[in-house]
Structure formats: structure tokens, C-alpha cells
């Protein structure tokens, strides 16, 4: 190997995603890059120019340009750029050129996709640019694995392989092995056929209990021809057949042989990680006290389900209301309990306090209603605070008479707001305009809501304020592509997952959604709206949501990471944390974010950009 290409080795493989490679691979790419010398100002791709090579700036700076002269990305060293080229046919879609002298190394498309192809890890970050995709990458995150009790497999609740003992065993020897290998069943067998199993229940009631000498064999114990269940089963019904016969041990098959043994407390353990039976709990709770009890389950959840959180929030709501109705007996009025902010976009982490508002019917009157409704709302409000949905630090919640008034002085607020968008009422926008029914009368909110986007629809003057505040939330990467740190305190080194990160994309959701009168307040299914709308286009829609995914995954896993440590939770990342796969594909979902930025700020003709 030549001194050069081993420079160009060394190089490659101190950039990612190349420094995911195997060395035989890496040494591949070495001797297959070719290398160019631009000088500034020298065009390297234009609209409909046809690209057979992957571009990495070895020195220098390249920009890439839309046709209409938009900038899009600046790539300095280490960057490759060319990467949607090559991935839709070859054909370059923007200006490419270089503004300074700059060095690049040029890998041919035949072996681009030979790595692609050999290498997954590999393949993900490059599919990040090929819009729509960088769910792969959240897959490839998560070890391509999903958890959901209903449709989990028993094969995935295997810990171990089987404990056996021969038949012709005594009952000494079985239970010896039950001992050393720390199991509670043994399965007996017969050359390689399963014959029967062994519990402790069984050396109890058919050993002790009865004196029967431990010399003796095993098969005269043992409970022959046990139920099976098969590795592709579904977990809950094994638990099922579990519960209908009264077994707590279910030998596992995989055709015809046998692989494993799964326990009642091993289903047991993983239904409580699950949202529905943790739901199920907080339903059926008969006092308030219960609830924080099994509020406290909530960060085993965000270890295994970091989709369902707001789940579990919902359920403790309404439970909570159902208990406050209880207590304090029957309305006396309509009413409608909304979530707000994250409960109310379904959006919440481990790290949410409560945003919650009533609309109460236009019949209210305070004199005769106000005593319910502030001792049913402060009932609400507390029962969630003590379950972990810590008060709102600017008291929006219903316990605050702010923010629990009738119907028509609800509509009066927003029309207020829409009116005269100054920031405080955008600030209460970004809160207000994420409802969602949790409880009660849903003709109440459903009126409400209608009017609210009949007043928002097309109204370009409160969206371009609503624009301008959502470019407020700058993503936390600079022109080359690398973080923005903060320094100091408590923020030393980090950037903000959630206010630079998450609050980017769902405010540009909101807005888009806006403007096309989408009652929409998911972000994920704004962004669907909105690009069905044609408000945005489907594949910048489909970007944020990848976008939004990975980041919020990134977000959830830091979180999960600090509960596991005994550390409370926050939004705040070092990339140390990372490895150099998350690294590359989060600064991919920040520079879709600033892109979106860049094109809501065009529309709306904002000078920031």
C-alpha cells in the first residue's frame, strides 16, 4: 500500500460513516477514491449534471445551491455531498461549487454501493439523504427491535437455553442442577424428546411432602407430557394458557426441538413494562394514593416504549377525574378537560409537567358552579403532581381561574390572540394551539376548535408572527456542520435536544397545519395534513418526521440513560454520549430542521434568512 493511499485510509476512516467499516473494506475505499484539485469558485454539479462518484471535501469548502439560487448546505472537510445524486439515478438536482481551493477525494459509484450493500451500518447514514429514511436509522438504533406485549413473540422473552436432566436422572441429581443453575423447573428428557418437567411445586408436594426418597428417579415425580408453547407464539398468549391451566413454567419449541422455558414471572416481568397493563392498573385504581404508586412504573416504560408515555398520562388523568367526580359528586355544568403542550400532541418524555385547561358550558356561573370545578380541578391537578406530572412552572393548568373559564370567553382569548399576535400570545399560542380532549363533553371542544381555525386558515398576518416565533429555536449545528455547544454552568458542552431539537419541527408543523385549517395537533399527523394540503411539500413533510423521530429517540434513550443512573432526567446532551453512527445522523435530522426553517422563512418573506 502506497504512502498516499494509506493517507487517504487514515483519513477516511477518522470521518463517518466510513470509520464504521471493517479495515479490509476501509483499505478497499482507500485504493478506489480518485482525487481532485477545484479551485474557488469552480462548479463541480449543476442541475441535471450526471454524478458517478461519492464526494468527500478532504480540504477546503463546497456550497450546494438550489436552482433558484437558495443556499442549501456548506460542506467543509470530512463532509461528502453528491449522496442524493447517487442514490436517485445519478442525475444532481442543485449547484454545486467550491468557495475556496479544495482537495477531493472521489469514490466511484461501483464501490459505493458494494459498501452499501455489504454494510448495513453503513448504508444507514447514507439513507438518511434519501428522504423519508431516516426511520432506518432509528431501526438500526433500537437494534431493530420493538417492544409491544400484544404482538411480542415468547422467543424474544428467552433469557437462557434449556436446563435439562435425563430421564433415567434421580431426583438427587435433578434437583442439584434446579440449585446450581438457579431455575425453578428442570425439563426432563429423553435423548433429545421432552418428557416431562420438574418444578420446585413438584419436589414440595410430590417429594418432601409425601417422603419420598430422593434416591429414587425422577420420573416418578416429574409431570409427564407438560404443555408446549412454540418460539413463534405471542407472549400474552402464552400467559393466557398460563393462567387458564394454572402453570407457571411453559417448555419453549422451535420446530420440534426444544429451546428454552418461559416462566410466569418472566411474562409477568415484561407486562409491567407494558403501557396497556399499566393503563389497565390506573384504571381500575380505587383512591387517589394509589396512583403515584403506579405513576412510579413510568421510567421502566421509557426503557422499553418510548412511543407510548402520554399513554400512561392519559390514563392518570382520568382516573383522577373519575375519582374527583366520585369524591365530589356529579357535575353540576358541562365541562371539557383538555391536555395541552406535549399530553396534548401526544408527544410527552420523561421529563413533562402538566399543561392542562377547562372549558366549561356558557351556562357557568361562578357563584354556584366555582367551588366545584376549583376544588375538582385542584384535585386533578395535585393527583398528577404527585404521580410525577410536576406543577406547570407558568400555572397553566386548570386549577389556575385563568385558564378554566366557559365556552365563550375561551373563543374571545383566541380571537384575541389571532387579532393581536404579540409575544406573549404567541408564547400562548405555541401552548393553546396543542389541544386535545382527555374528558368530558366533546361538543364543547370540537365548537371551540372549529372556531379557532376558521380564524387561522389562510390569515397570513398572525402566520407570519407564528413563523417568525418558530424561528426563535435555532437547530444546534453551524455552517460546517458541527454542534453548537453551550458553555457554562450546568450547560457546559451540551446542546438542548428538546428546545433546539424537538421544538424546531413542532412549530413548524403547527404553523403549516394552521395555515391549511388541519385539526391536527399531533406533529407527525400535522405534517401528513399539511403536506396533503400542499402546504409543504411531501418530501419535506416526510424529512421533519424522520427527522423528529430520531431526534426524539435520541432524546428519550439520554433520558433513559440518567434514570437507569439515579440522575434526574433533562434535555441536555453532550455528543460524547454518542457514537459516531448517532453523531453523523443527528447533525443529518438538524440539517433537515434548518433547511424547513430556511423554506418556512422564504415563504413567509422573513428577512432572518
Request: hydrophobic share 45%; aromatic share 8%.
Amino acid at each position: 500500500m502506497t504512502t498516499e493511499i494509506v493517507e487517504v485510509r487514515e483519513f477516511l476512516g477518522q470521518h463517518h460513516p466510513f470509520d464504521l467499516l471493517p479495515p479490509a473494506s476501509l483499505s478497499a475505499a482507500a485504493n478506489a477514491v480518485e482525487v481532485a484539485y477545484v479551485r474557488k469558485g469552480g462548479v463541480i454539479a449543476e442541475p441535471g449534471t450526471h454524478l458517478d462518484h461519492l464526494y468527500m471535501v478532504r480540504s477546503g469548502a463546497v456550497e450546494s445551491h438550489s436552482p433558484d439560487g437558495h443556499l442549501l448546505s456548506r460542506m467543509g472537510e470530512g463532509e461528502c455531498f453528491g449522496v442524493r445524486a447517487m442514490l436517485r439515478g445519478g442525475t444532481a438536482a442543485n449547484r454545486t461549487f467550491t468557495i475556496e481551493d479544495t482537495l477531493l477525494y472521489m469514490l466511484p459509484r461501483a464501490c459505493f454501493d458494494a459498501l452499501r450493500r455489504d454494510h448495513p451500518a453503513f448504508a444507514y447514514f447514507f439513507a438518511a439523504f434519501n428522504g423519508g429514511s431516516l426511520g432506518a436509522s432509528i431501526d438500526s438504533a433500537l437494534g431493530g427491535k420493538t417492544f409491544d406485549m400484544l404482538s411480542r413473540r415468547v422467543g424474544d422473552l428467552l433469557a437462557r437455553p434449556p436446563v435439562t436432566v435425563p430421564v433415567e436422572a434421580s431426583i438427587r441429581e435433578a434437583a442439584t442442577v434446579m440449585r446450581d443453575e438457579r431455575v425453578s423447573a428442570a425439563l426432563v428428557v429423553e435423548g433429545e424428546a421432552l418428557v416431562g418437567i420438574l418444578t420446585d411445586r413438584d419436589l414440595r408436594g410430590k417429594v418432601v411432602a409425601a417422603g419420598v426418597s430422593p434416591d429414587q428417579g425422577v420420573r416418578g415425580v416429574m409431570s409427564p407430557a407438560p404443555k408446549e408453547v412454540q418460539a413463534g407464539d405471542l407472549a400474552f398468549e402464552a400467559l393466557l394458557m398460563m393462567s387458564r391451566h394454572n402453570i407457571h413454567h411453559l417448555p419453549v419449541m422451535n420446530n420440534g426441538r426444544l429451546v428454552g422455558c418461559l416462566t410466569a414471572s418472566t411474562v409477568v416481568a415484561a407486562q409491567t413494562d407494558s403501557p396497556l397493563y399499566l393503563a389497565r392498573a390506573i384504571h381500575g385504581a380505587t383512591a387517589a394514593t394509589e396512583l403515584p404508586r403506579l405513576a412510579a412504573r413510568l421510567p421502566q416504560v421509557i426503557s422499553h416504549m418510548v412511543e407510548i408515555i402520554t399513554t400512561i398520562t392519559d390514563a392518570v388523568t382520568h382516573a383522577l377525574i373519575r375519582l374527583a367526580e366520585a369524591e365530589l359528586g356529579p357535575p353540576p355544568i358541562p365541562y371539557a378537560w383538555l391536555a395541552a403542550g406535549s399530553q396534548g400532541r401526544q408527544e410527552q418524555t420523561a421529563l413533562s409537567d402538566q399543561d392542562n385547561c377547562l372549558i366549561l358550558a356558557d351556562s357557568y356561573v361562578a357563584a354556584e358552579h366555582g367551588a366545584y370545578f376549583d376544588a375538582f380541578a385542584r384535585f386533578v391537578n395535585d393527583g398528577l403532581n404527585a404521580s410525577g406530572y410536576v406543577y406547570c412552572p407558568g400555572e397553566m393548568m386548570a386549577c389556575t381561574p385563568e385558564w378554566r373559564q366557559p365556552l365563550a370567553v375561551w373563543k374571545r382569548r383566541f380571537r384575541e390572540w389571532i387579532l393581536e399576535p404579540e409575544p406573549k400570545a404567541l408564547m400562548l399560542s405555541c401552548i393553546f394551539f396543542d389541544l386535545r380532549l382527555i374528558a368530558g363533553t366533546a361538543a364543547l371542544w370540537e365548537e371551540l376548535q372549529r372556531d379557532i381555525l376558521g380564524q387561522t386558515e389562510q390569515n397570513r398576518i398572525f402566520l407570519a408572527h407564528m413563523a417568525a416565533n418558530a424561528m426563535k429555536h435555532e437547530p444546534p449545528i453551524g455552517f460546517f456542520r458541527g454542534f453548537v455547544l453551550s458553555y457554562g454552568g450546568l450547560q457546559d458542552h451540551t446542546f438542548d435536544l428538546k428546545h433546539n431539537g424537538v421544538v424546531p419541527i413542532v412549530d413548524l408543523a403547527r404553523v403549516h397545519a394552521l395555515s391549511v385549517g388541519a385539526a391536527a395537533v399531533n406533529t407527525q399527523d400535522r405534517l401528513a395534513a399539511a403536506a396533503d394540503a400542499k402546504a409543504i411539500s411531501r418530501q419535506g413533510a416526510m424529512d421533519l418526521k424522520d427527522a423528529l423521530e430520531f431526534i426524539g429517540l435520541t432524546r428519550l434513550r439520554h433520558q433513559s440513560r440518567q434514570i437507569r443512573d439515579g440522575k434526574p432526567a433533562d434535555n441536555l446532551l453532550m455528543p460524547k454520549e454518542l457514537s459516531s453512527f448517532e453523531r453523523g445522523n443527528l447533525k443529518s435530522a438538524f440539517q433537515v430542521v434548518k433547511d424547513m426553517q430556511a423554506s418556512l422563512a422564504s415563504v413567509y418573506q422573513l428577512s432572518r434568512f
